[in-house]
């Protein structure tokens, strides 16, 4: 059966990608997908349950639900796209009245009320992980985001941390330890070739991209650092498979000056007879490659 690598880059930028030439992030085909009829609402998790299940509606609204069906019932209302920008500013204003820069979720937390990340549990939708044999997922927001990536997220959002070196620096390397934590368990299962669909989810390019807006070299060398491992990664996959390997790179959105674009990025290590335009393209791609793969990827 095919085998299909998913890198997932949280905010990797098309422009910084293509101006700056990283090759291994190029790869043989690329493009851009347009995010405007997102626009209003470009959370993380939503869009990448977009990705893997190919719907909008796909039950994921926002980081986190609460366990109290009132909270949750409040919260999806107040994080729907036609209310989302609006509530944002409301709280954003009022957390800057009072000099706040700590998420809603973690003040409702350290008042006693339980909170999760938003997952598979709270998916309306199957995804590509259902479908197709042998897939496996690390840690992908809205499906089954880690519990140190949650708790990390939790404590120590980047809101609260820019502009205190000191948090974001403790932020940036414990993000780093969960990256290269990502990194070793995808090296072990490409190894072990037990597997058709493998997943992963890197955070560290969203949370450079915030943190040090205004240091573009400390992206640079992040996406540096990225490269480098995805050159790894294909290193190992030709010393393991006899076969071809589609590995597909793509973002959820870009990053401009710590701000999320309305674009996103995407590259094939092989020529695509079908550029995908949209997020929900992606699941429709990738479901015709394992059954057709002919009809998508030019070997």
């Avoid at 299909?4 to 949280?10: E, K, N, R, S, V």
């Avoid at 990797?12 to 990608?17: A, C, D, F, G, W």
């Avoid at 030709?238 to 589609?246: D, F, G, L, T, Y």
Wanted: glycine content about 4%; proline content about 5%; hydrophobic content about 40%.
């Amino acid at each position: 059966m095919q085998k299909l690598l998913i890198l997932g880059l949280d905010a990797l930028e098309y422009n910084i990608v293509t101006r700056f030439r990283f090759k291994t992030l190029l790869q043989r085909d690329f493009g851009k997908i347009d995010l405007t009829p997102y626009k209003n609402k470009l959370i993380t998790p939503w869009l990448w349950s977009i990705i893997i299940s190919g719907h909008i509606d796909t039950g994921i609204t926002h980081f986190v639900t609460y366990e109290s069906k009132l909270i949750r019932f409040v919260a999806k209302i107040l994080t729907s796209p036609a209310l989302y920008k609006k509530v944002e500013r409301l709280i954003e204003k009022i957390r800057r009245r009072r000099g706040q820069k700590i998420g809603t979720a973690y003040i409702l937390h350290r008042r006693g009320i339980k909170v999760r990340p938003m997952g598979k549990q709270d998916l309306k939708v199957p995804t590509i992980f259902e479908l197709i044999p042998n897939s496996r997922a690390i840690c992908i927001p809205g499906y089954n985001l880690w519990k140190h990536q949650f708790l990390l997220d939790l404590y120590l959002p980047l809101t609260r941390c820019i502009g205190d070196p000191e948090m974001t620096r403790k932020r940036l390397r414990l993000q780093w330890l969960l990256e290269k934590k990502k990194m070793r368990i995808l090296e072990d299962m490409i190894k072990s070739n037990d597997w058709n669909l493998i997943m992963v989810h890197f955070y560290i390019t969203d949370v450079v991209g915030h943190l040090y807006w205004n240091k573009p070299i400390m992206l640079l060398e992040t996406y540096r650092i990225v490269s480098r491992w995805i050159n790894k990664i294909k290193r190992i996959l030709a010393s393991k498979n006899n076969e071809p390997v589609w590995i597909l790179i793509i973002s959820d959105h870009g990053m401009r000056r710590g701000v999320h674009t309305d674009h996103a990025f995407w590259s094939s290590n092989y020529p695509l007879k079908k550029k995908p335009k949209k997020l929900t393209d992606y699941f429709k791609l990738i479901i015709r490659y394992f059954e057709r793969p002919e009809d998508i990827i030019t070997f």
